[in-house]
């Protein structure tokens, strides 16, 4: 089965009403393809960086050549588990909003293909998109690492170690 049927029910499952004309539509289609196969998600179209962050041209093609498919939702693939898991992830935390899931693309790329530390990644965004804010910025890499990043046990441990005396406070407030 071709890949796009797979990004197709990727954008089904998100209930993405994509439009060709629109270049907000064609930003979220390539950062939702991007930061998923940024997870790891094989989708077959690699990203390379751009003005705008990570970018496939094959799926520029294809959005292009086969538009009424991708406008009208029309696939007959369905996908696994992991893929809906992460389909529904992704929607969660970043929803449709272009300028997250650009800054969190653009961050995601700069720690898993570039391999930069988080600092060194962050600074890169801001380097490359000076058009948005801080709090643009922060939010966006901030859902970044929501998605792409899960907790070790240590780090779980440090955050009970950080949130611990504020989860007895309020327990304490309820008491009285």
């Known amino acids: 089965m071709e ?8 954008f ?3 209930d993405f009403a994509f439009d060709i004309s629109r270049f907000d ?7 939702l393809v991007c930061l998923l196969e940024l997870k790891g998600i094989d989708l077959g179209y690699s990203c390379s ?5 990570p970018y496939s041209p094959d799926l520029t093609v294809d959005l292009y050549a086969f538009t009424s498919e ?3 939702l029309e696939t007959g693939s369905r996908l ?20 997250p899931l650009e800054v969190g693309a653009t961050y995601g790329y700069y720690t898993l293909r570039q391999n930069s530390d988080p600092l060194e990644a962050s600074r ?7 058009f948005y804010s801080e709090a643009q910025i922060a939010l966006g890499i901030s859902k970044a690492k929501e998605f792409l990043y899960k907790p070790t046990p240590e780090d779980l441990e440090e955050l009970k170690k950080e949130t611990g005396i504020w989860q007895r406070a309020s327990l304490k407030t309820l008491e009285h």
């Open 49 to 53: 960086l751009y003005v705008r962050g």
């Open 25 to 31: 539509d064609r930003l979220i289609a390539q950062k």
């Open 80 to 99: 696994n588990t992991r893929e809906k898991e992460a389909a529904e992830e992704l929607g969660r935390i970043f929803g449709l909003r272009p300028v």
């Open 3 to 10: 890949k796009r049927k797979k990004v197709i029910a990727i």
């Open 70 to 72: 991708f406008e009208n």
């Open 12 to 14: 089904k499952e998100l």
């Open 124 to 130: 890169q965004v801001k380097r490359l998109k000076p």
